[in-house]
């Protein structure tokens, strides 16, 4: 592998790593981006890519917030294992909603989100 | 009663997550704060926890589709404790108000990408750099 290609991984994750300490994401709003953008990655493949990133990058920041005591370990696995489930049933539900109308009801959801946590 | 309420928080979230293809963290944070009520920094720490599963599974899955450079993508998680160290550093420094108008910052940003994606249609600019995704 080119010291250029490192470097370039070497950025994403380290962006991706301080983005999923100060916030809990990273994978779609930085890694997925990076990758098709940077290294000429297909959307598919950006995506899969960054799940095997985000498996490290968020034990590692679990680990980190959880030296500080932040961590509820027992919330995050019965909030985590129903929605390995829900992923699955998203996935294949995902064949029979339309895109648009899920993408402008959640960009809504998102933006009044937003709104209850600034006020 | 919290426990019954994180399990559903968990299938909703990842039913929109598979959905949209817009992983845990966008939605398991604020969701935590908002209706079980967790301050901002611990809803970012428990949300980290409840995201390893969900990715382990999505990579399984994705893997069996081909999609998963499994090397670069471990790369780029090996590479990132730098970067996870300084996040979680500042995340315990500043305060908890100026990490939720932060990340309401984010919300709107990624509320803005789907905006586009949802009125450009179901099939237009799929490589479009700046889809939102998990």
Redesign the interface.
């Given at each position: 592998m080119s010291r250029h290609r490192?470097l370039k991984?070497?950025a994403?994750?380290?962006?991706?790593?301080?983005?999923?300490?100060?916030?809990?994401?990273?994978?779609?709003?930085v890694?997925?981006?990076l990758?098709?953008?940077w290294?000429g990655?297909?959307?598919?493949?950006?995506?899969?890519?960054?799940?095997?990133?985000?498996?490290?990058?968020?034990?590692?920041?679990?680990i980190?917030?959880?030296?500080?005591g932040?961590?509820?370990?027992?919330?995050?696995?019965?909030?985590?294992?129903?929605?390995?489930?829900?992923?699955?049933?998203?996935?294949?539900?995902?064949q029979r909603?339309?895109?648009?109308?899920?993408?402008?009801i959640?960009?809504?959801l998102?933006?009044a989100?937003?709104?209850?946590?600034?006020v | 009663m919290e426990y019954v309420a994180a399990a559903l928080l968990g299938f909703a979230g990842g039913t929109v997550g598979g959905l949209l293809g817009v992983g845990g963290g966008i939605l398991f944070v604020p969701a935590l704060a908002i209706f079980l009520d967790e301050p901002q920094i611990r809803a970012v720490a428990t949300s980290l926890v409840a995201i390893v599963p969900v990715a382990i599974a999505g990579t399984w899955r994705q893997r069996a589709y081909g999609n998963v450079r499994l090397r670069d993508g471990l790369i780029v998680g090996a590479l990132s404790p730098l970067g996870v160290a300084a996040g979680v550093l500042v995340a315990n420094a500043v305060s908890q108000r100026a990490l939720e108008v932060s990340f309401a910052a984010l919300l709107l940003f990624v509320a803005a990408q789907l905006l586009r994606r949802g009125l450009r249609g179901p099939d237009g600019g799929s490589t479009d750099p700046a889809r939102a995704r998990p």
């Open positions: 490192l991984l070497a994403i994750g380290t962006a991706a790593g301080a983005f999923s300490g100060l916030f809990g994401v990273g994978g779609g709003t890694i997925v981006p990758l098709i953008l290294l990655f297909g959307e598919r493949e950006a995506t899969g890519t960054s799940l095997a990133a985000i498996v490290v990058i968020a034990l590692l920041a679990a980190g917030q959880g030296l500080y932040n961590v509820d370990l027992l919330e995050g696995v019965l909030i985590g294992v129903p929605a390995v489930a829900g992923v699955i049933a998203g996935t294949a539900l995902q909603v339309p895109e648009r109308a899920v993408s402008l959640f960009a809504a998102l933006a989100i937003a709104v209850e946590l600034l | -």
